[in-house]
């Protein structure tokens, strides 16, 4: 099944901020050297791709030389305003280097209560990637008040692969993939490589095997597994610390946890866009 | 409550553009000088900023900027960016620390969103950082459509209760300073702006941040 992702045309990557940044929430400059340079090689064998990033607090906070996040939602926003602007920066920096020309898109959930903020998203987002542009995108902090609290990306992620029609959502993080057991209590946990169906069992595991990262978990991520699903959009759970594991994914190699799922049978006009993005 | 005085750019394509559609070094220069002087000089500043599209359909190669929709929104997504980023490179030479932040028009009329914009921009002001302010234009298409940004300057010197608007005039250099409830209007030259303002806030160095600032225009909000 792994070996089906090798066809995916168009593919959204979530990277978390324990991917994007040391440990003492600085960012890792190498790290988003070999990210853009992967990204920017996928796009040129004529794939298309979307960049979901946080970060943006992370970066603030670092900007304003802060030990630790301030405790107010006002302090929080500000610093994703701060963050933002020299997150888009950077990423601009490394991608121009690679001659791949990027776009910032900020989104709320408006897009999924909304009609006409979804439709204007939507067009946006085609647009972009028919220009063959990298839109990076990240959730809009500053006005996003009862999302940046309990919201994180991994749920924006799969939002945004479900209105981009895209064939695979890939969350990178810390953590290798899905385990059958938490790993850190038990020595023979092992990798589960694909998985076909969301299960009770599997949703108590996913809910025990939490780590310390960003604002998601396992949970989110089996939350945006289950946004996909609806949509027929297969998801790769993957550790992002070497990013050309992205490579080695859209290649059909096992590299963490497939959450499988067969494209929809009605999805047909789905497939329609992908070629006219594909011939621009 | 004391509070510093605070004031509202209105930037327009001419503030930043020459006549050939060219995004003028030297116009953004004295901009953003302007700016980081006012800043030191204890007034907070915030920008509301046209350009986006302009400056994406240049990095885009594109001669003419989009007439349709979708085409300006991809070249604003392109070129928010672009903006941001030119923004902070000029007034990383002045050691000035920027924020961006893009509203949609449901700040006036929701009032969640309203007062979590309120609280984020008193934030960035009272920590002397400038937030430069669009609309989304990913998401949101009002201004677009108008193609001026005077309704979200309006509603951007409401949410930070301004005591005053800068627009610039035909004439390079010179700008209006229009005072909280359009009472008075002046043309002054970039030089005398921090002793005007003063003096428009009452001769004093920190606003009584009173109640009777900018309407709210709520009018405009896309419903």
Request: aromatic residues 6%; negative net charge.
């Amino acid at each position: 099944m792994w070996k089906e992702l090798a066809t995916c045309s168009k593919i959204v990557v979530k990277v978390g901020t324990s991917t994007l940044s040391y440990p003492n929430g600085r960012l890792n400059y190498q790290r988003l050297v070999r990210l853009a340079d992967t990204l920017a090689k996928i796009q040129l064998t004529g794939r298309k791709i979307i960049l979901v990033s946080s970060g943006a607090i992370a970066v603030g906070a670092g900007r304003l030389g802060l030990a630790s996040r301030p405790a107010d939602l006002a302090g929080k926003q500000a610093l994703a305003a701060i963050g933002q602007a020299e997150l888009i920066r950077i990423y601009r920096r490394f991608f121009e280097a690679r001659e791949q020309q990027v776009a910032q898109v900020l989104l709320t959930k408006d897009i999924v209560i909304r009609p006409d903020r979804r439709e204007n998203a939507r067009n946006t987002l085609f647009e972009l990637l028919n220009m063959n542009i990298i839109p990076i995108i990240n959730e809009n902090d500053t006005v996003a008040t009862d999302e940046i609290e309990f919201g994180d990306n991994d749920t924006l992620s799969a939002y945004v692969a479900e209105l981009a029609e895209a064939d695979l959502l890939i969350l990178l993080s810390d953590i290798d993939g899905l385990f059958s057991a938490d790993p850190r209590k038990h020595s023979d946990a092992k990798i589960i490589p694909v998985v076909c169906e969301i299960t009770k069992d599997l949703e108590r595991s996913a809910a025990g095997a939490g780590s310390g990262f960003g604002t998601g978990g396992m949970a989110t991520k089996i939350e945006a597994v289950r946004i996909c699903r609806n949509s027929g959009i297969k998801v790769v759970i993957a550790n992002g610390a070497n990013p050309d594991i992205i490579s080695n994914i859209i290649a059909g190699r096992e590299s963490g946890t497939l959450f499988y799922c067969s494209r929809k049978i009605n999805a047909g006009y789905t497939d329609m866009n992908i070629r006219n993005t594909d011939t621009v | 409550m004391q509070r510093k005085v605070r004031i509202v750019f209105k930037v327009e394509i001419d503030t930043l553009f020459d006549d050939n559609g060219k995004l003028s070094p030297r116009k953004t220069e004295q901009l953003t000088m302007v700016c980081a002087d006012l800043q030191n000089s204890g007034i907070s500043i915030a920008l509301v900023s046209s350009g986006a599209i302009a400056l994406g359909a240049g990095k885009l190669g594109q001669e003419l900027i989009p007439l349709n929709i979708t085409g300006k929104q991809a070249a604003a997504a392109v070129g928010q960016a672009e903006l941001i980023i030119m923004y902070q490179d000029y007034f990383d030479h002045y050691d000035q620390t920027l924020a961006q932040v893009l509203l949609t028009r449901d700040v006036t009329d929701n009032p969640v969103r309203n007062r979590n914009a309120r609280n984020t921009l008193a934030c960035l002001l009272d920590q002397g950082i400038v937030p430069v302010i669009n609309e989304n234009d990913s998401v949101s298409t009002s201004d677009i459509i108008l193609n001026d940004n005077y309704p979200l300057v309006l509603i951007v010197a409401s949410l930070t209760d301004a005591d005053a608007i800068v627009v610039n005039t035909y004439e390079e250099g010179r700008f209006l300073l229009i005072k909280k409830n359009f009472s008075e209007i002046i043309e002054l030259d970039a030089g005398e702006l921090p002793d005007f303002i003063f003096e428009f806030a009452g001769g004093k160095m920190e606003s009584e941040g009173d109640i009777e600032g900018f309407p709210d225009f709520t009018q405009y909000a896309d419903k």
